[in-house]
């Protein structure tokens, strides 16, 4: 049985940060590239940034130079360090596992940018 959890989120004011984690069970972690999306109200789910296998990474230009992905396969976890947070960065943040075919989601977590 697959379970990506995260954890981290909640309210913070304009400028702050927060650290998003999402441990993986059941899953060879290490193989899977593994990805943040988010989702505001009224909008798609949109990438937020991933991480391969071998460690290369990828933004959305809207997070480039304030978050940061990284990984400890050790772990099965995969982090979303998130600074300089604006309002518009609110969202459910969910974490995905993606392995041709096979893709998970976790449940998501709230993230509130607000003063």
């Known amino acids: 049985q697959v379970q990506l959890v995260e954890s981290g989120g909640g309210l913070v004011q304009p400028g702050g940060s927060l650290r998003l984690s999402c441990a993986a069970s059941?899953?060879?972690?290490?193989?899977?590239?593994m990805n943040w999306y988010r989702q505001a109200p009224g909008n798609h789910r949109e990438l937020v940034a991933n991480?391969?296998?071998?460690?290369?990474?990828n933004y959305a230009d809207s997070v480039k130079g304030r978050f940061t992905i990284s990984r400890d396969d050790t772990k099965s976890t995969v982090y979303l360090q998130m600074n300089s947070l604006k309002p518009e960065d609110t969202a459910v943040y969910y974490c995905?596992?993606?392995?041709?075919?096979?893709?998970?989601w976790g449940q998501g977590t709230q993230v509130t940018v607000s003063s």
């Open positions: 991480i391969f296998s071998g460690g290369s990474t």
């Open positions: 995905n596992a993606y392995l041709s075919p096979l893709g998970y």
């Open positions: 059941g899953i060879t972690f290490s193989r899977y590239a």
